[in-house]
């Protein structure tokens, strides 16, 4: 059984790899590494968690001594709904993430939707087919010969087996269990008041050795620890003068030039005077002063920070410069760039993003489980209200009258279908109109009165 499941997962990864392949191809979708690894994650996941679910109701039925072809259909029918109603409910909340600013999370939605797709189709054709071909055998050497343990209504009867004593205990003492269970994850979920969202340097992402972070050490104790990362502002040039100031007065901020290509370095060396700034390069002496370079009317200006690119005191320098340029130059003359605007930007997305998206995904999943229940109150009693139904009328109460969709076949007759939980699926039963008629299946008419002389079926 576990090479038949990893076999259906590995089956809907190689197909969603393929079509996924093909769109980037096409140029449709953008993939990148990052989507890559969690497309393989998700899908093997979710394809192994469907496979499971098919899986239980064809144990089910093979145990019950249903014939392979027979527990395939059964199994088939009884997975179906679950794993599309899954399955659907995790597409639509990947889906969202279109609404993402980031181009990761963005293609991240239908990459992701892809996959979750081939599980499901992987779980309700590809697994079937082989569990019907294999049978029973699939689950040596633990062949079910057996039926599940059906759980009594009354909860006095002794049962067998663990889960099922878990089920009578639930059942006995249900709102001790609840209560329980809600202090515990209350007091599981007090961590979250410590969660400090605000980002992790990249330079603390490897958590073993790293000579890459052994060399940044070495090289902030020798020089500027941003040397290797400065920041870069593009401002125009009639504005050169003003944005060299305000940088030039940032404290984080230890040196200052400008892209020149009359300079062997690429960049010319600027220094303040009355509010202008000079340019020099190195060289013997007389060399030429160099000129900023002036690409459409901009020229790039290039700080060296006195901090690392990704710590806090370099974020909290960007982020000043920014406001001082605007405050300078005016709102958005100076364009503000590097690794560590590019971490801040990212955040602040992300931040966005988690404000924007995690509610509506919430939203869409709270309106898709709303739409098959009809009425809510009757989604909400479910098989509880089945349970007070048929426990009212067996011990001689009114019990509940329950909501039974109603589909009229001809004048006169009515057909009623009606799932018990733990029970076979039956099929549509004709109820007279004579509600006084002996032998009807259910207990309540369509006319609202009860049928006489019904008794609940044994067992």
């Known amino acids: 059984m576990p090479i038949l499941v990893l076999a259906t997962a590995s089956f809907a990864l190689c197909a969603a790899v393929l079509v996924v392949w093909n769109l980037a191809n096409s140029g449709i979708l953008m993939i990148n590494g990052q989507v890559q690894g969690i497309l393989f994650i998700l899908v093997i996941g979710a394809a192994t968690d469907y496979a499971l679910l098919y899986v239980a109701r064809f144990r089910e039925a093979i145990g019950e001594g249903a014939r392979r072809w027979d527990a395939t259909t059964r199994a088939w029918r009884g997975a179906f709904e679950p794993i599309v109603a899954s399955g659907g409910t995790v597409i639509a909340g990947l889906l969202c993430l279109l609404l993402s600013d980031l181009a990761t999370n963005r293609a991240l939605g239908p990459i992701a939707s892809i996959g979750i797709a081939f599980a499901m189709l992987a779980a309700l054709t590809f697994l079937p087919a082989l569990m019907a071909l294999v049978g029973r055998a699939a689950f040596w050497p633990f062949i079910p010969r057996e039926p599940l343990v059906m759980i009594p209504d009354d909860l006095s009867v002794p049962v067998k087996g663990f889960w099922a004593r878990q089920a009578r205990l639930v059942a006995r003492h249900a709102r001790l269990v609840w209560i329980l269970c809600v202090v515990v994850l209350l007091a599981a979920g007090t961590g979250i008041l410590q969660l400090k969202a605000d980002g992790v340097p990249s330079s603390d992402l ?44 940032e404290s984080g901020i230890e040196d200052l030039s400008a892209a020149s290509a009359d300079s062997v370095t690429g960049q010319a060396t600027i220094t303040m005077k009355d509010g202008e700034p000079t340019f020099a390069a190195p060289g013997p002496p007389g060399t030429p002063a160099p000129k900023p370079t002036v690409s459409d009317a901009d020229v790039l200006l290039i700080g060296t920070l006195s901090a690392a690119a990704d710590s806090t005191q370099a974020e909290d320098t960007v982020r000043a410069l920014r406001g001082d340029l605007d405050a300078e130059l005016g709102a958005d003359a100076a364009k503000v760039g590097g690794v ?10 992300s931040i966005r993003d988690r404000t924007l998206i995690i509610p509506i995904v919430l939203i869409v999943i709270f309106v898709i489980l709303m739409l098959p229940a009809g009425d809510p109150g009757t989604a909400a009693a479910g098989p509880l209200g089945d349970r007070l139904v048929r426990r009212g009328h067996g011990r001689g109460g009114a019990g509940v009258r329950p909501r039974l969709p109603v589909r009229r076949r001809r004048p006169g007759r009515a057909a009623v279908r009606v799932r018990v939980p733990g029970r076979p699926r039956r099929g549509l039963q004709h109820l007279p109109d004579d509600p006084g008629a002996r032998g009807v299946a259910h207990p309540w008419h369509p006319t609202g009165r009860a049928c006489a002389g019904w008794s609940p079926p044994a067992g």
């Open 340 to 349: 560590t605007a590019t971490d801040i930007d990212t955040n602040d997305t």
């Open 206 to 249: 490897v958590l073993g050795a790293s000579e890459a972070r052994d060399g940044q050490d070495v090289l902030g104790a020798h020089f500027d620890a941003g040397s290797g990362s400065p920041v870069y502002v593009l401002v125009p040039q009639d504005q050169l003068a003003a944005a060299a100031g305000v940088m030039d007065d």
